[in-house]
């Protein structure tokens, strides 16, 4: 039942329940962020203090300048090209890409060789994103999808995802008496309100759950799996396997596998009830970078061992960087310097938490920060 308070998206999502009953979990995730009208990355800008998170290129210039040499070395061991596609997934407000832009533009012949390209579904964020590098002259284009993006002869790709993943739609499977049952999204029956409900325990395959994993199970046990992080990497392992490039995806999760409920909501910066106020809240859940990585070992691609961010980042030269930033700081942009970059490497803030996963094509160098490879 609908109420007279309820959001039109709430009311839509109910009436949805009533007609075909209980939802998955990335049904229930696609309308409350990406529905067309009223979704939370459609209609509004969520970074920032004013919005309802801040993620590592609001901390600090540091973290996209750095990304920003990572990919002009990675575009150097590569011959330096004289064109290629740098792609960002789900890029903000376009902070990273504008302080990459800024980092690399004395680097010779990169500028003449870009071509940046969004993927991006939100009009809000597309038009921040349009000013935020509109100074350094790079051609740009947009797209609703990876493989919107078309692929171009002899021309390399370096993709960029930060916090893209973790909010791709999951699916949840617990595990029973007998065997798995989804966990779904149903209507309360006394409030007619919002609720989890278990499916029935259907036979699972190793493409939501891998055979290891079913196997270790217990009682109560959830899983979760994430199809288009599944299929995404896929197109981008191929595509870096035609062209050549390489990839760099950083995100919350963890390095292996792992049975938890990782779903949750954010709305002014606090965590919030995951089925409240669908559409005015960010979801997200960890990401499962072991599933990421063998998606693109299994199209061919190659894939580095999982680095922590504060590791990755220390590679990168954030602490040198940061102490020549200071050097023509006063005393209170000192300060601020030395907490964006506390916020960024150490291990009880984002440093550890934030994972990092590099991916090349089979016939590319492999990109800077590449260890133990896999594929």
Not at 57 to 67: K, R, T, W
Not at 175 to 190: N, P, S, Y
Not at 196 to 221: C, N, Q, S, W, Y
Request: contains cysteine; proline residues 6%.
């Amino acid at each position: 039942m609908t109420s007279e308070t309820d959001s039109p998206l709430l009311a839509h999502i109910k009436r949805r329940i009533n007609v075909s009953g209980p939802i998955t979990i990335a049904d229930f995730m696609t309308e409350a962020l990406a529905h067309p009208e009223h979704g939370y990355y459609r209609k509004q800008d969520p970074f920032g203090r004013a919005g309802d998170f801040i993620t590592a290129p609001e901390v600090s210039q540091m973290f996209g300048e750095l990304i920003g040499l990572w990919a002009a070395v990675t575009w150097q061991q590569m011959g330096s090209p004289p064109k290629i596609d740098l792609i960002e997934l789900g890029p903000g407000r376009g902070t990273l890409m504008s302080d990459a832009l800024r980092a690399v533009r004395n680097v010779p012949g990169i500028g003449d060789a870009l071509t940046v390209r969004f993927v991006e579904t939100s009009p809000v964020l597309r038009t921040h994103q349009q000013t935020s590098i509109m100074a350094y002259g790079i051609p740009a284009t947009w797209h609703e999808t990876f493989d919107d993006i078309p692929t171009r002869a002899n021309v390399p790709a370096i993709v960029i995802g930060n916090e893209f993943f973790d909010a791709l739609p999951i699916r949840q499977f617990e595990r029973g008496e007998k065997g798995w049952a989804e966990r779904l999204v149903g209507l309360d029956a006394k409030t007619g309100e919002l609720g989890f409900v278990r499916g029935a325990e259907t036979p699972i395959t190793d493409a939501l759950i891998p055979a290891t994993m079913r196997g270790a199970a217990k009682k109560g046990d959830i899983f979760e799996s994430c199809a288009p992080a599944i299929a995404i990497a896929d197109q981008i392992a191929r595509r870096l396997n035609e062209t050549g490039g390489g990839a760099l995806f950083i995100d919350y999760g963890h390095p292996g596998s792992a049975f938890g409920d990782t779903f949750q909501a954010l709305k002014g910066h606090e965590y919030h009830p995951v089925l409240s106020d669908p559409g005015d809240a960010d979801l997200t859940a960890h990401v499962d970078f072991a599933a990421i990585g063998r998606a693109m070992n299994e199209a061919g691609a190659r894939t580095g061992a999982v680095l922590t961010q504060g590791t990755f980042l220390r590679m990168l030269g954030i602490e040198q960087r940061a102490e020549h930033l200071k050097t023509s700081a006063d005393d209170a942009q000192k300060t601020a310097i030395d907490q964006a970059l506390s916020r960024l490497i150490d291990a009880d803030q984002m440093g550890t938490l934030f994972k990092v996963l590099i991916a090349y094509g089979r016939d590319t160098t492999p990109p800077p920060c590449v260890s133990g490879v896999a594929g």
